[in-house]
């Protein structure tokens, strides 16, 4: 069972089981997702499409749960800041109870976010982060890190077989056009010849992994023995300005874009840069597509899909 299907880390992870011949039942509401993302899926026999609320009751035995159903942009995740707080309490309760009463393992698709705006360089899987719990971003934040803490309680009083990692900013096609996040805003800007948006100055960094290869990572990490929990940080430690990948797109595109400065959203964090020395001990994962090749297979998807 994969909640959150449709999203764009849904669909590609949907589209990789089935091609391991997993049965897999996609679970979606739609509610910040497409329908025409599954559409491809459908008349695959090992499909099984569940349009509901994942705070809604199912009873369905899976041997596996990957809980990926969650307002993940900004834009998504502010408009309605109440349901993405329920989304994170009582549907990740319903999926620790069905998971529970069937002994299924059960991933959380948790977050960077987890470690707010950090106060180390590098973020490591034992940084607590420093995290606004009363800001316009805490609805995700605390949502997630709340997740984190129904999971492992779980586990401690019922046994559930959990698995938690932490996903840093994640890009490739299947991205929604419109969805907020910043690798998409560009590229669409640029392909379009519109201005191209920077808050703040710039500089401020993130660090980008391709669809690909987190996919990859969460499948190893399913498959890991059950001792194994996490968290575990799922990212590219490779940094890039803000300032410098707008730029990079605009050189991909050869776009007519300026760019234009507004004003840095609050709380915002100033750098994204995960450690993952843990996933390559225990998984032997790392990233292998470069931000340049990436950066050029989503180009190619927008050019060809536009949606």
């Known amino acids: 069972m994969v909640t959150g299907g449709a999203g764009f880390i849904g669909i590609n992870l949907v589209s990789r089981l089935l091609g391991e011949n997993n049965i897999v039942y996609c679970v979606d509401n739609f509610y910040s ?29 899976v041997d596996e749960i990957y809980n990926l159903a969650c307002p993940a942009s900004p834009k998504a995740y502010q408009k309605d800041p109440v349901y993405t707080l329920k989304v994170n309490f009582n549907g990740v309760l319903n999926m620790l109870n069905l998971a529970t009463k069937y002994n299924s393992k059960i991933l959380q698709a948790s977050t960077s976010e987890i470690y707010g705006n950090p106060m180390v360089k ?5 940084y607590f982060g420093n995290v ?13 890190r709340c997740a984190e803490a129904l999971f492992f309680d779980f586990n401690r009083k019922y046994g559930t077989n959990i698995k938690v990692i932490r996903i840093f900013n994640t890009y490739g096609p299947g991205m929604m056009k419109d969805d907020g996040r910043v690798v998409s805003n560009f ?12 808050y703040g100055d710039g500089f401020q960094t993130r660090s980008f992994c391709y669809i690909e290869d987190l996919v990859d990572g969460m499948i190893k990490m399913m498959k890991t023995p059950k001792p194994f929990k996490g968290p575990l940080n799922l990212g590219n430690p490779n940094e890039i300005t803000i300032l410098d990948l707008a730029n990079k797109v605009i050189e991909m595109t050869n776009s007519k874009s300026k760019l234009i400065y507004l004003p840095i959203p609050k709380d915002d ?13 225990v998984l032997d994962w790392e990233p292998k597509v470069d931000l340049e090749d990436g950066l050029k297979k989503t180009v190619g998807y927008y050019r060809k899909k536009g949606d």
């Open 33 to 61: 997702s497409s329908r025409n993302k599954v559409k491809s899926f459908l008349s695959n026999n090992n499909f099984r499409l569940v349009e509901m609320d994942m705070m809604e009751d199912i009873d369905v035995q």
């Open 187 to 198: 590229i669409n800007q640029a392909l379009d010849n519109k201005d191209i948006t920077v």
């Open 269 to 281: 964090p100033e750098t994204r840069r995960p450690d993952i020395s843990l996933a390559k001990e």
């Open 122 to 126: 590098s973020q490591k899987e034992n």
């Open 132 to 144: 606004n719990p009363v800001g316009t971003r805490a609805c995700y934040n605390e949502g997630k």
